[in-house]
């Protein structure tokens, strides 16, 4: 089954951008669909935003529409997450994953997002 590596968090002030990359161990195509999750400490890990593989559909939670926007680039077996007006809230653990590896409590290490001034 293909494995997932997020890169791409790090420090940034309120109002500021980052990109998340997802790199897939390899076709993005083998799962049905691909999401990102994100953990705050002391927190539940909640979902941000997932797309439909075969359909490409896209779905945002509520928190981060018009703020994240999800892509892919299935040459680079590459899923993105584009997070722009970041808010303190959004600082977290961020992960992306498939069924597969959700249901078998599989997660990566995933890559820290900080948001603060």
């Known amino acids: 089954q293909v494995q997932f590596v997020e890169s791409g968090g790090g420090l940034v002030q309120p109002g500021g951008s980052l990109r998340l990359s997802c790199a897939a161990s390899?076709?993005?195509?083998?799962?049905?669909?691909i999401a990102w999750y994100r953990q705050a400490p002391g927190k539940e890990r909640a979902l941000v935003a997932a797309?439909?593989?075969?359909?490409?559909?896209?779905s945002y939670a509520d928190f981060v529409k018009g703020r994240f926007t999800l892509s892919r680039d299935d040459a680079k077996n590459t899923i993105w997450l584009q997070m722009d007006r970041l808010r303190p809230e959004d600082t977290a653990v961020y992960y992306c994953?498939?069924?597969?590896?959700?249901?078998?409590?599989?997660w990566g290490q995933g890559t820290q997002v900080t948001v603060s001034s």
């Open positions: 994953n498939n069924p597969w590896g959700i249901a078998r409590n599989f």
């Open positions: 390899g076709s993005i195509s083998s799962s049905n669909s």
């Open positions: 797309i439909s593989i075969s359909g490409g559909r896209i």
